[in-house]
């Protein structure tokens, strides 16, 4: 069951043709209503393995984080599902995508952190090759 609910969560985050709220754009700062993560919670401007992460504070704690890399070019998608949200089968559908392309989808549980302080997965739908994110 849990797996069937991930899978489809895949496919809602990762194909959704909504556009981004704010229209983020490919290089970093982001337009629109966008605000840095680090000036609304305790955290690194540039968080390695990640980047630079944009939301718009009204979207959280799901997203959608447009995430940017060294060069300040626009690299994945990040949404933070809480556990909670994934066991009461909470439907989240029509995010927005900060990128028109998806090369893949990462699932990352994280026990929690400033902003999202519960259980979470991460869902990082990449706009590029990760090996190619400058993010280190």
């Known amino acids: 069951m849990f797996k069937k609910s991930m899978i489809s969560l895949v496919l809602i985050l990762g194909f959704s043709s909504a556009a981004l709220a704010g229209n983020a754009t490919a290089t970093e700062p982001p337009k629109g209503t966008y ?79 400033p902003g999202v302080s519960e259980p979470h997965y991460h869902v990082v739908i990449w706009h590029v090759d990760p090996k190619t994110a400058k993010l280190k």
């Open 35 to 113: 605000k840095q993560v680090s000036t609304l919670v305790k955290l690194p401007s540039f968080l390695p393995g990640m980047g630079s992460l944009y939301v718009d504070p009204k979207t959280l704690p799901a997203g959608p984080f447009a995430a940017y890399d060294r060069d300040k070019k626009l690299v994945s998608t990040i949404y933070m599902i809480p556990m909670a949200d994934m066991k009461a089968k909470k439907k989240f559908a029509g995010l927005g995508v900060a990128g028109s392309t998806a090369h893949s989808v990462d699932f990352i549980f994280n026990a929690g952190h």
